[in-house]
Nanobody, 127 residues
Framework: QVKLVESGGGAVQAGGSLRLSCLVSGYSYSRGCMAWFRQVPGKGREGVAALCAGAPRAYYHMYIKERLNITWDDAQNTLFLQMKSLTPGDTAMYFC????????????????????WGQGTQVTVSS
């Protein structure tokens, strides 16, 4: 059974940084993709960053990629998302997700393609 558990969210002032963590069990990162999405009330889930087995690079939201770094730690079985220079526009629920389809099969930042989801961690950025 695949289980994804996010942590690391919280309240931070604009300009600050956060590192989100996603502890993964029952899923092998040797295939497929793992990603972070975010969602605000009334809107769909927006792809933030993704890592895919065998892919030449990480994938990032095109407008905020300079402020993001997604990494995977094999020893901890954990996916991380480092975010810096946070703005109120980053306020959202952040979700970790995983899929078994490889990076070349469909959009890596498209929520529709992801099968497994965590419960989310809230990030609130104040001005």
């Amino acid at each position: 059974q695949v289980k994804l558990v996010e942590s690391g969210g919280g309240a931070v002032q604009a300009g600050g940084s956060l590192r989100l963590s996603c502890l993964v069990s029952g899923y092998s990162y040797s295939r497929g993709c793992m990603a972070w999405f975010r969602q605000v009330p009334g809107k769909g889930r927006e792809g933030v960053a993704a890592l895919c087995a065998g892919a030449p690079r990480a994938y990032y939201h095109m407008y905020i990629k300079e402020r993001l770094n997604i990494t995977w730690d094999d020893a901890q079985n954990t996916l991380f998302l480092q975010m810096k220079s946070l703005t109120p526009g980053d306020t959202a629920m952040y979700f970790c997700a995983a899929r078994t389809a490889p990076y070349y099969s469909s959009g890596t930042l498209n929520a529709v393609g992801y099968t497994y989801w965590g419960q989310g961690t809230q990030v609130t950025v104040s001005s």
